[in-house]
């Protein structure tokens, strides 16, 4: 096997968001919920993912400080709709409500806490599916040869077994989205050997057996790997893995949600990486960024689930 990498290649975040815009560019706008946008960020986000024909943004949220941080802020909502709540907890339920009644084919986050947006998406039964609720990030990382999704670094605390199964098969389901019809899955843990003393390393043998009895589809397993074998190839030839995912993964499957988050943000920050992010299993994707995500992650976010979106219309989750 041949290594791949081209880090020495010039790197513009800016070039990497209009490739990854232009995924989406043939498809028309969703309606979606832009929730509690009450800080400059969250409804700049939403107004440059309307500008960029993402998607057609409903704020909702209290009126008056939408307004008040669109006038401090020097932003122009002057044409998009708002839902007005009294707070934050009741823009996230009626945000909800109407993505349960179709009347929007997506949720954004504004500034609001992620568990207070997710719970109230959570506890609408006509959003559940049969399937566990995760996140995934899609990162362009400098030196890194093509794209990586990760998951969950957002939402499963700690996943046991099937919840692990669930966060696998929605992180293919979005690379097949994304135009990759086999993605190769990396599985990871601090070791590439199963040790009964790591229980992630079990795990990781037992997503790949269940890969191998179609419980898990659309994808290459491999596992346990890890982090250097999963991304370089020269690590997986001194190691010895023979393996059709070692220094080839498209999607890194982290063993907790600390891990995962940690892995992202040292990505992110460390690494120079370009982020976005979407959690799917939802009747719906939600977009849900950070409130210290910059504008490009928003945009990228959005992107995503106006891909999603359009997919459920035909495929429903």
């Not at 920050?269 to 959690?279: E, F, R, T």
Request: proline share 6%; aromatic share 2%.
């Amino acid at each position: 096997m041949t290594a791949i990498n081209h880090p020495e290649k010039k790197f513009d975040p800016d070039h990497q968001l209009r490739l990854l815009i232009r995924l989406g560019s043939h498809l028309t706008p969703i309606r979606c919920g832009v929730v509690h946008p009450c800080e400059p960020g969250a409804l700049q986000g939403a107004i440059q993912s309307a500008a960029q024909a993402l998607i057609e943004p409903i704020l909702i949220g209290p009126k008056a400080r939408i307004l008040a941080t669109a006038q401090e802020s020097g932003l122009d909502i002057g044409g998009l709709e708002i839902i007005d709540t009294p707070h934050s907890h009741a823009a996230a339920e009626r945000a909800a409500e109407m993505a349960a009644d179709a009347s929007l084919e997506a949720l954004m986050k504004g500034s609001l806490h992620t568990d207070e947006f997710m719970a109230a998406v959570v506890a609408q039964p006509r959003l559940r599916t049969k399937r566990r609720i995760s996140h995934v990030w899609r990162f362009e990382v400098p030196a890194y040869h093509k794209p990586l999704l990760i998951s969950d670094g957002a939402i499963n605390i700690a996943p046991d077994l099937m919840e692990k199964m669930d966060i696998v098969q929605n992180a293919i389901n979005l690379a097949h989205i994304l135009g990759n019809p086999m993605p190769r899955v990396a599985i990871l843990s601090a070791v590439e050997t199963v040790n009964p003393k790591l229980t992630s390393t079990l795990d990781a043998a037992a997503l790949c057996k269940m890969a191998d009895r179609r419980q898990i589809t659309g994808g290459l397993l491999d596992g346990p790997l890890a982090f250097d074998n999963a991304i370089s190839l020269k690590a997986a030839q001194i190691k010895d893995i023979e393996s059709a995912v070692a220094g080839q993964a498209d999607i890194l499957i982290a063993p907790d949600l600390e891990s995962a988050n940690m892995l992202g943000k040292q990505l992110e920050y460390l690494a120079g990486a370009c982020i976005s992010g979407v959690v799917l299993g939802a009747r719906i994707p939600l977009a849900l960024t950070s409130r210290a995500d910059n504008a490009n992650s928003r945009i990228g976010s959005a992107l995503l689930a106006k891909l999603v979106a359009h997919h459920y219309r035909t495929h429903k989750p």
